[in-house]
């Protein structure tokens, strides 16, 4: 089945800088990657995803790369503000099966 | 998108007792999906609820333990049975449709004593 690698598993960055999660994933049949904010106590909540025919994503400040030659994918946040502190999940979807593969999460800390 | 109810929300419940959490989605949906996550853990796939045909189960959980039901295309229910205190968890269900993203319900906080 599909192996889906997350780093970092903790970021904490000041407010207004740009935040970085990298995902790799091992089936390279998967075509489909989308990612999950969840906050503290509540469901996993999708922000952005990617297919596998598109390069690059952009969504206000939020922005996912893909790179399937060697099978990464990754979210930029850019100008962070303090709700965007949660934990952030990646996710890997193979061909032709709709369920998912979650990487492990990354708890990001925007600090004021 | 479409609204995933998943009730009931939180349980307390005794070792070797059984508990059937429902989800029910606000709109026709082709493939439902039953998650464990751990305290501070990522999601974990627990099986593949499939409308009139028996659920998929990832490696590691079993029909016995985990029976699923999807009787129709709006509703799924998954029974913990047997509970011990390794099964305390937050148990999720997550539903995909034509014409919207993959959503998941609010999740059912499980604990067993």
Known sequence: GENVEQHPSTLSVQEGDSAVIKCTYSDSASNYFPWYKQELGKRPQLIIDIRSNVGEKKDQRIAVTLNKTAKHFSLHITETQPEDSAVYFCAANPYNFNKFYFGSGTKLNVKP | SAVISQKPSRDICQRGTSLTIQCQVDSQVTMMFWYRQQPGQSLTLIATANQGSE???????????????????????????????????????????????????????????
């Open chain 2, 55 to 113: 659920a998929t189960y990832e490696s590691g959980f079993v029909i016995d333990k985990f029976p699923i039901s999807r009787p129709n295309l709006t509703f799924s229910t998954l029974t913990v049975s047997n509970m011990s205190p390794e099964d305390s968890s937050i148990y999720l269900c997550s539903a995909e449709g034509p014409n919207y993203g993959y959503t998941f319900g609010s999740g059912t906080r499980l604990t067993v004593v």
